[in-house]
């Protein structure tokens, strides 16, 4: 288990500004048929998602949150979300997990915690949670299959995935 | 989120920043959040 906090003071900006959580060996650049540079990456959603929050605004102001997960070592994982209180809905905008602990589960711990922020609102039961997942990231439908999410309908280049709690 | 070592490499993906902003970021409308709930909310029986 990791410990959980709200990203809300300068030291949480720095560790989210050199958060790592894809390999930055399997990034580059090629230039396509027009001459232009562009970037190429093997897992783009992992590039992406580093970026973002890379570059986060601490503190979030709710409905928006930023959580942080740290173990021993330092941040090990983080979740954006926001919340529409009176829509019982929650959007997961990001859910990333350091490099250094891929594969050890966080993303679930993660993406537990929605349930958790909708609680500070007395929102329990009869609520709903969105997530967009990447068509190829393998790693993320499965934490979500296993977050009791499913996947609901293509989205542009992204899949919508969904989880409605009675 | 991660890959694990058995998932296998995907074919080399251009990054494409705009598409994420908007399709994989970007808050969905009230209409579209609604929309949503409603088909979770149809599908696992509660309507």
Same mark, same amino acid.
């Given at each position: 288990?990791?410990d959980? *906090?709200?990203?809300t003071?300068? &030291?949480?900006r720095?560790?989210?500004?050199?958060?790592? *959580?894809?390999?930055?060996?399997?990034?580059?650049?090629?230039?396509?048929?027009?001459?232009?540079?562009?970037?190429e990456?093997d897992?783009?959603?992992?590039?992406?998602v580093?970026?973002?929050?890379?570059h986060?605004?601490?503190?979030?102001?709710?409905?928006?949150?930023?959580?942080?997960?740290?173990?021993s070592?330092?941040?090990?994982?983080?979740?954006?979300?926001?919340?529409?209180?009176?829509?019982?809905? *929650?959007?997961?905008? &990001?859910?990333?997990?350091?490099?250094?602990?891929?594969?050890?589960?966080?993303?679930?711990? &993660?993406?537990?915690?929605?349930d958790?922020?909708?609680?500070?609102?007395?929102?329990?039961?009869d609520?709903?949670?969105? &997530?967009?997942?990447?068509?190829?990231?393998?790693?993320?439908?499965?934490a979500?299959?296993?977050?009791g999410?499913?996947?609901?309908?293509?989205?542009?280049?992204?899949?919508?995935?969904?989880?409605?709690?009675? | 989120?991660?890959?694990?070592?058995?998932q296998?490499?995907?074919?080399?993906?251009?990054?494409?920043?705009q598409?994420?902003?908007?399709?994989?970021?970007?808050?969905?409308?009230?209409?579209?959040?609604?929309?949503?709930?409603?088909?979770?909310?149809?599908?696992?029986?509660?309507?």
């Open positions: 288990m990791l959980w *906090c709200n990203a003071t300068p &030291a949480h720095a560790h989210l500004s050199v958060f790592r *959580c894809t390999d930055p060996e399997s990034s580059r650049l090629i230039e396509d048929e027009y001459g232009e540079e562009r970037e990456h897992y783009p959603w992992e590039f992406l580093q970026d973002r929050i890379n986060l605004h601490v503190p979030a102001h709710p409905p928006n949150f930023v959580l942080m997960g740290y173990d070592i330092g941040l090990a994982a983080v979740i954006e979300l926001t919340v529409k209180e009176f829509e019982r809905y *929650c959007f997961i905008r &990001a859910v990333a997990v350091a490099h250094r602990v891929s594969g050890q589960g966080f993303a679930g711990e &993660a993406i537990a915690l929605a958790h922020v909708l609680e500070k609102y007395h929102v329990t039961r609520f709903t949670v969105e &997530a967009r997942i990447d068509p190829l990231n393998d790693a993320a439908k499965r979500f299959t296993k977050a999410f499913e996947y609901v309908e293509d989205f542009f280049e992204y899949e919508r995935w969904g989880r409605v709690v009675p | 989120m991660k890959r694990t070592q058995q296998e490499q995907p074919e080399r993906r251009i990054v494409d920043r598409s994420y902003a908007l399709h994989a970021v970007a808050l969905p409308s009230r209409e579209e959040r609604a929309r949503i709930r409603a088909i979770l909310r149809a599908r696992a029986g509660l309507v």
